[in-house]
């Protein structure tokens, strides 16, 4: 999947996170029966559009989110989310964790352009 800058941005930013913080659904979910991008991830799929399983490299420098925070994605509260969606299919009140990091990470995406 061959994404630019702002597509990667509209997907993540406007479509995928703000319906995950609506649903509460995990990434599996959300991508059932979709084309699934790199890391379950649009940024990266746009960072790294040429990934080797061989040569695991991050290339959070390329990544829009990246940029603007100057740090990693998964040291933020997509963290948290992560863990809660780790949790869901044993605990159910997980599913309401999700959203709720889902929601703070979506303003976390809004400034990202």
């Known amino acids: 999947m ?13 479509v995928m996170w703000p319906e995950l913080a609506e649903t509460g659904q995990t990434k599996r979910e959300y991508f ?6 790199l890391h379950g991830c649009y940024l990266c799929e746009y960072a790294q559009p040429k990934y080797d399983a061989k040569k695991v490299l991050w290339h959070c420098p390329k990544c829009p989110y990246y940029q603007h925070y100057n740090f990693r994605c998964v040291s933020g509260v997509y963290r948290k989310w992560q863990n809660e969606e780790d949790k869901v299919e044993e605990d159910k009140a997980s599913r309401t964790l999700l959203k709720k990091y889902a929601g703070k990470f979506v303003k976390e995406l809004e400034p990202i352009k």
């Open 2 to 14: 061959k994404l630019t800058r702002k597509q990667a941005i509209h997907l993540t930013r406007d």
């Open 32 to 37: 059932e029966g979709k084309e699934e991008p």
